[in-house]
């Protein structure tokens, strides 16, 4: 009997705790030929005409901030920049789509300019192309002539 009210306890803390929201960490979003996704290869390179490794916060197609990496006492933290909370638009030509470039997901209490979430346990040289929702294959961030890009590691079999 009380293993029994130990249990209901327990799972009644864990109704009333409310987990933190949750946000993709991404590139800013990319709009490629569809031709190209359509025939995308291992080690194909994506230029994404950055100078800046800028990132932005994602949740259900909303654009809630802008953030860039910084270093902190030998962790990798994220900053929000700035606030912007819009919807992310889709492309109208067809010939064209937006590819999401996700590096996975991260959880905060607080979402405001300044603020500063540990992403240290993430790998932020690598990051999953995402097309309509679905994952096309997986790449590593490189520089090609003081620009970012993304070389294609591994395609994804129904991408």
């Known amino acids: 009997m ?3 009210s130990q249990a209901n306890r327990l799972a009644s803390l ?18 490629v030929p569809s031709l190209s996704l359509d025939n995308l290869e291992v080690d194909d390179v994506l230029l994404l005409r950055l100078e800046v490794f800028e990132c932005i916060l994602l949740n259900n197609d909303i654009l809630y901030a802008n953030v860039i990496p910084v270093h902190e006492k030998r962790r990798v933290m994220i900053k929000v920049l700035d606030m912007v909370n819009k919807k992310v638009s889709k ?7 937006v590819l999401k470039l996700s590096f996975g997901t991260v959880q905060s209490r ?3 300019v300044g603020h500063k ?8 040289t690598t990051v999953s192309l995402m097309r309509k929702k679905k994952k096309i294959a997986t790449a590593s961030l490189i520089n090609v ?8 590691d591994k395609v994804e079999k129904n991408g």
Not at 20 to 28: I, M
Not at 91 to 97: G, L, N, S, V, Y
Not at 145 to 152: I, Q
């Open 91 to 97: 492309t109208q030509r067809k010939e064209h789509e």
């Open 2 to 4: 009380h293993g029994e």
């Open 14 to 31: 864990m109704q009333k705790h409310k987990s933190l929201p949750s946000y993709e960490l991404a590139l800013p979003l990319v709009t």
């Open 110 to 112: 607080s979402l405001e």
């Open 145 to 152: 002539d003081g620009k970012m890009a993304v070389k294609v």
């Open 117 to 124: 979430i540990d992403v240290s346990q993430m790998d932020l």
